[in-house]
T-cell receptor
Framework: DSGVTQTPKHLITATGQRVTLRCSPRSGDLSVYWYQQSLDQGLQFLIQYYNGEERAKGNILERFSAQQFPDLHSELNLSSLELGDSALYFC?????????????FGPGTRLTVT | DAKTTQPTSMDCAEGRAANLPCNHSTISGNEYVYWYRQIHSQGPQYIIHGLKNNETNEMASLIITEDRKSSTLILPHATLRDTAVYYCIVRVDYHNAGGTSYGKLTFGQGTILTVHP
């Protein structure tokens, strides 16, 4: 158990819908990262927040957005869902923000868009 | 991130040491070598990381060559539960427009390690 929790574990929804994925970081960690894993793209970095502020963006679509709240939990919002958005979405957390801080991953949310 | 090269797959007998190689010939002086593993659709699990010196923890040992162009992850006594995809990642600090650093992980294809009874 990494100490990072994600809800829900599974999500099935229809195209065009909007969903929210939730992540609680390890106690004491200030950074939260979101990653997407699909069969054809592998694990890809989406976005990072550090202590409530957006720190970096990766391959995140404009239909997707995220935020980190004062209690440091984070939400990833996916809207206008398409079939291609079906994937595993992982949240990770770390104490710091840079290369020396190991990231710990949650169990993921499996999103299926039908 | 510096590009890494790993074998696509490896086999290991249960109870034996598993030695997973990684080439990172373009690594720079301030880039860390990280190892993660992913057991079938679970979240990636942090194993170990190092900069220049060899490192050991309760899970594994990391051996980095003196020129830092390659490294080896050693699982001293592999078990069936060590069957997973192992990712070698070289990390550097990125900087956003405001100059603050961030440290995304860039995953490649990894090595599929299969531990046999």
């Amino acid at each position: 158990d990494s100490g990072v929790t994600q809800t829900p574990k599974h999500l099935i929804t229809a195209t065009g819908q909007r969903v929210t994925l939730r992540c609680s970081p390890r106690s004491g960690d200030l950074s939260v990262y979101w990653y997407q894993q699909s069969l054809d793209q592998g694990l890809q970095f989406l976005i990072q927040y550090y202590n409530g502020e957006e720190r970096a963006k990766g391959n995140i679509l404009e239909r997707f957005s995220a935020q980190q709240f004062p209690d440091l939990h984070s939400e990833l919002n996916l809207s206008s869902l398409e079939l291609g958005d079906s994937a595993l979405y992982f949240c990770a957390s770390s104490v710091g923000s840079g290369r020396a801080s190991e990231q710990y991953f949650g169990p993921g949310t499996r999103l299926t868009v039908t | 991130d510096a590009k890494t090269t790993q074998p696509t797959s490896m086999d290991c007998a249960e109870g034996r040491a598993a030695n997973l190689p990684c080439n990172h010939s373009t690594i720079s002086g301030n880039e860390y070598v990280y190892w993660y593993r992913q057991i079938h659709s679970q979240g990636p699990q942090y194993i170990i990381h190092g900069l220049k010196n060899n490192e050991t923890n309760e899970m594994a040992s990391l051996i980095i060559t003196e020129d830092r162009k390659s490294s080896t992850l050693i699982l001293p006594h592999a078990t069936l539960r060590d069957t997973a995809v192992y990712y070698c990642i070289v990390r550097v600090d990125y900087h956003n427009a405001g100059g603050t650093s961030y440290g995304k992980l860039t995953f490649g294809q990894g090595t599929i390690l299969t531990v046999h009874p």
